[in-house]
């Protein structure tokens, strides 16, 4: 663990006043109302609107929160930087878009011994901490954990539930994402869109930071997975599918290449993917995503879609983000089918197990993001002896799978189930 005996807080949320951070701060002031010894603060650049976050959170809890202190800290001034960090043992980092904002929060925390967790879903910056600052931080003894929120608590952790259940050895897995809403439907903030714009127009530069960091690849392991189209019906969840573009898959890929490098666990085959109800929601999705894709190649349709989010998006996406009752009405499922050999250390040329489990949870966005950020970073400050041995930049399933976070979400409203147990194929 990073030095900490003098740290006056053990969490400070910094970016408290975002759209996400406002709801990190309820969260936190639930889950930490009956534990008197955590001392945490909230951190932003505007002292008025700090305070304003904390009198909202106090109407919204009905907690008295007195002791939470506010620190005003900008990431373009690294002095109120190192004076954050210093002063923490841990900074939950909900400023985004990250690949703007999100290195200096990095760079600060490590170089002042402050553990650093985000909900960043974007491949680039979290691959990109990874090559720069892995180093840093193990010498530091400083953990940096990146998508930490529903990108990608759900999948890296759900992948790590299965394996832990899976009575054989594990060698394929595929996640199917649903959701469901309300009659007032779902909604996203601007913010989450913002990231994702930027992220599609700058694939080159995640290439080269791959090659940069993982010289050497992994072991083509058999079985593979199977072959999938752009779009496609799987009976086996009754609907239709297309591939999940978030951070999902690459999160997972990190994690299984820690676990094979450091202990020697087989790579696993994982496919991510989005399931869609029916032809009358998948034709205009897949319009926008086409349009989505093509605009976002150039400056010009990015400046399109970040001025008109709403039209581009089909209604989903505003600066104001879902309203109360959208997000008390919508939630999250993960489905993952496992398959692989009955007995562990044995290659086959054929899967001969199957398992089915799930995750399942609130609203992902707003409401099960902040539980999953709230949950890792208690978790991390609560069991030093289930982490890895050193500091350093990991993925979510590298960093816990080893602790009880699967059980501390599974109490807080993220669930982790048995479907299917494992059988014959």
């Not at 008295?64 to 005003?72: A, C, D, F, G, K």
């Not at 210093?86 to 980092?93: D, E, I, S, T």
């Not at 990190?254 to 109800?277: D, M």
Request: aromatic content about 10%.
């Amino acid at each position: 663990m990073a030095e900490s005996l003098e740290r006056k807080f053990d969490v400070v949320v910094f970016g408290a006043t975002g759209f996400t951070g406002q709801f990190v701060v309820e969260e936190l002031a639930r889950v930490t109302e009956k534990d008197e010894s955590l001392k945490w603060a909230v951190a932003g650049r505007n002292k008025s609107k700090l305070d304003g976050i904390l009198e909202q959170t106090r109407k919204e809890t009905g907690l008295q929160l007195e002791n939470v202190e506010v620190i005003i800290a900008d990431v373009m001034d690294e002095e109120s930087m190192a004076k954050l960090c210093q002063q923490a043992k841990l900074v939950m980092n909900c400023v985004g878009p990250y690949r703007f904002w999100g290195e200096q929060v990095v760079k600060a925390c490590v170089e002042n011994g402050a553990h650093h967790l985000d909900i960043s879903g974007e491949p680039q910056f979290l691959e990109n901490m990874h090559l720069k600052y892995h180093d840093m931080a193990k010498e530091k003894n400083v953990y940096v954990v990146g998508s930490c929120g529903f990108d990608s608590i759900p999948a890296d952790m759900g992948v790590q539930f299965l394996r832990e259940k899976f009575p054989g050895e594990l060698t394929t897995v595929e996640s199917y994402l649903s959701f469901e809403s309300g009659p007032k439907g779902a909604g996203i903030h601007y913010a989450t869109w913002q990231s994702a714009i930027h992220g599609f127009a700058d694939q080159a530069s995640l290439k080269k930071i791959r090659k940069e960091l993982n010289p050497k690849p992994l072991p083509r392991m058999e079985p593979r997975l199977p072959k999938r189209g752009a779009v496609f019906f799987n009976p086996e969840v009754g609907k239709y599918c297309l591939p999940f573009l978030g951070a999902d898959a690459s999160v997972v890929r990190r994690t299984q290449r820690y676990q094979y490098e450091t202990e020697e666990k087989r790579p696993l085959n994982f496919g991510a993917y989005f399931t869609v109800s029916g032809l009358l929601y998948l034709i205009p999705m897949m319009l926008v995503g086409v349009l989505f894709g093509i605009l976002a190649k150039y400056k010009f349709g990015r400046d399109l879609l970040e001025k008109y989010p709403k039209l581009f998006s089909l209604g989903y996406v505003t600066h104001e983000g879902p309203t109360k009752e959208q997000m008390a009405t919508t939630s999250f499922s993960m489905t993952f089918f496992g398959e692989g050999f009955s007995n562990k250390g044995e290659e086959l040329k054929k899967n001969d197990m199957k398992m089915v489990t799930k995750v399942v949870g609130p609203e992902p966005g707003y409401v099960a993001t902040p539980i999953a950020i709230v949950q890792a970073g208690l978790t991390l400050l609560s069991e030093a002896e289930a982490l890895p041995e050193s500091g350093g930049v990991y993925p979510p399933g590298a960093m816990f799978a080893k602790t009880k976070l699967i059980e501390n979400l599974d109490k807080n409203g993220m669930k982790f189930t048995v479907v299917s147990e494992a059988k014959e194929i």
